[in-house]
Structure formats: C-alpha cells, structure tokens
C-alpha cells in the first residue's frame, strides 16, 4: 500500500505539536538557584553595566 496522505486535522496537530516541543526546548525558565545564577563577570552583567554607564552619562 501506498503512502497515505493525513487528514488536514491530523496535519496541523503534527505541525503544532512539533512547533510546541521546539518552543519548549527553546524556553529557558530561569528559577532560583545555583544552576540558574547569572556569573557577575557574564557578557550579560558587563552588557548591562555598559548601557547603565551610557544612560547615567546622558
């Protein structure tokens, strides 16, 4: 037997719950803790500290 095409009901639940696990491996829910603590010499922190310094001298 051939292949059989999904209905469109079978198609879009293929479709969204493909795009729903993507979005939950993509999602990064920071809670407190050690393993979710921002290093203070991150490239973040030192973004930041920039911008902060660029608005104070305006």
Same mark, same amino acid.
């Not at 921002?38 to 922190?45: D, R, T, V, Y």
């Given at each position: 037997?051939?292949?059989?095409?999904? +209905?469109?009901?079978?198609? +879009?639940? +293929?479709?969204?719950?493909?795009?729903?696990?993507?979005?939950?491996?993509?999602?990064?829910?920071? @809670?407190?803790?050690?393993?979710?603590? @921002?290093?203070?010499?991150?490239?973040?922190?030192?973004?930041?500290? /920039?911008?902060?310094? /660029?608005?104070? /001298?305006?």
């Amino acid at each position: 037997m051939g292949v059989t095409r999904l +209905k469109r009901k079978d198609r +879009k639940n +293929k479709t969204t719950s493909r795009l729903e696990v993507q979005f939950l491996k993509l999602a990064t829910n920071l @809670e407190p803790g050690s393993r979710s603590a @921002e290093p203070k010499n991150s490239q973040i922190a030192k973004n930041n500290a /920039a911008l902060a310094k /660029a608005v104070a /001298a305006k």
